[in-house]
């Protein structure tokens, strides 16, 4: 399924950036890389590592899934990961699913479903799925997220939020 999306999201590229199939390939092959690194360290708990995936400075700009309503700047963002995985005890599973990419020049995007399994600090099951679309700028030659949306889906008629949402 990703194999699929990611070579539609090639052909979408090449068709609307007029690069070459060979460096929209590449960037695409790049921010994949940058995606799964950023996975990886969630899994090792490595702040540093993970905040590598996000521009460095207060142009970066979050929405996720608990308040505050949005996060400006890396700093910021930087402190609501950090609370994050402060509130998982044990091994964390961090999966990302369904990524489509589209590149666009230094400027690209994408969207996918992640997944982060663990227990809570009392022992209770963590399992959220989230719905997360990316905007990425290359700078200094590095792809880096710029600006991230994290959603869940709500059901209405309860209002209560789907955590572990299906298609």
């Known amino acids: 399924m990703w194999i699929h999306k990611t070579l539609l999201a090639f052909a979408v590229v090449t068709l609307c950036s007029g690069q070459t199939a060979r460096a929209a390939s590449n960037d695409v092959e790049q921010i994949t890389t940058?995606?799964?690194n950023l996975a990886a360290a969630a899994e090792a708990r490595n702040l540093d590592a993970i905040m590598k995936a996000y521009v460095r400075d207060k142009t970066l700009f979050v929405f996720d899934?608990?308040?505050?309503?949005q996060y400006v700047?890396?700093?910021?963002?930087?402190?609501?990961?950090a609370e994050l995985l402060g509130s998982i005890k044990g091994p964390?599973?961090?999966e990302i699913m369904d990524m489509a990419i589209v590149v666009v020049g230094d400027v690209a995007y994408g969207h996918s479903i992640q997944r982060i399994a663990g227990s809570g600090v009392k022992g209770d099951?963590?399992?959220?799925?989230?719905?997360?679309?990316?905007v990425y700028r290359k700078l200094g030659g590095e792809w880096r997220i710029v600006q991230e949306h994290i959603s869940i889906p709500v059901d209405l008629d309860s209002g209560k939020p789907d955590y572990n949402s299906k298609p």
């Open 34 to 36: 940058l995606e799964n």
């Open 65 to 69: 899934v608990i308040p505050p309503r």
């Open 73 to 81: 700047g890396a700093e910021a963002f930087r402190k609501d990961w």
């Open 92 to 94: 964390l599973k961090y």
């Open 125 to 134: 099951p963590l399992d959220l799925t989230t719905r997360v679309t990316d």
